[in-house]
């Protein structure tokens, strides 16, 4: 029987890879308990490519050194695409949680409105950094500021019932490279 949804792979370093050791394993649909797709059996190999990966590009400075507003578009390109995607997306989690197709459209618009949300916060981070006022240490030759910035690479972890609504927006919008095992 063909698997309705096509299996994965591993997205690491922007490409998709195949897990390092190969092996896959079956995701059931809870309410026929047919396999409706096979995802990546990741590993500690899989993992620590992902960190270093992921430290890379951080380091490039291409993401967490871009301005909030840069962000805030990718993260409201994928709030839309969410949207553009709301069906495919709640039949998918639907059929990966068992959980009743309204409640899963319910949960994509959720998905949506907090990537929307977090390119907003995303935005006022670049005021926030811009208007910070100076601290007195009492030691007028230093000008001392609070600078609101990503210090390195983040692991999230998204709940089993609600996968799509991931960790992921609050860390995009502080720029924040990141590690989400889906």
């Known amino acids: 029987m063909e698997s309705p949804v096509p299996q994965r792979q ?4 922007g490409a998709f890879v195949p897990p390092v050791k190969g092996q896959y394993m079956d995701v059931l649909n809870p309410a026929n308990e047919q396999v409706f ?17 992921a430290t890379a590009a951080f380091k490039s400075g291409h993401w967490s050194k871009a301005t909030g507003a840069y962000r805030a578009k990718f993260l409201r390109a994928i709030a839309q695409k969410v949207r553009d995607l709301k069906l ?8 990966d949680c068992g959980k009743p197709i309204d409640e899963a459209e319910w949960d994509m618009d959720d998905v949506a409105t907090c990537f929307d949300f977090y390119a907003g916060q995303a935005e006022a981070l670049d005021g926030r950094n811009a208007d910070a006022p100076a601290i007195d240490v009492g030691m007028a030759e230093f000008d001392v500021r609070v600078r609101r910035e990503a210090l390195g690479v983040v692991g999230l972890i998204s709940p089993w019932n609600y996968p799509c609504l991931v960790s992921a927006a609050p860390g995009a919008r502080g720029g924040y490279g990141g590690i ?3």
């Open 10 to 13: 591993l997205y690491i370093g």
């Open 37 to 53: 797709t096979r995802i990546p059996a990741g590993t500690a190999e899989d993992v620590d490519a992902a960190v270093k990966a």
């Open 88 to 95: 495919v997306l709640a039949k998918t989690e639907t059929m």
């Open 180 to 182: 989400i095992p889906f």
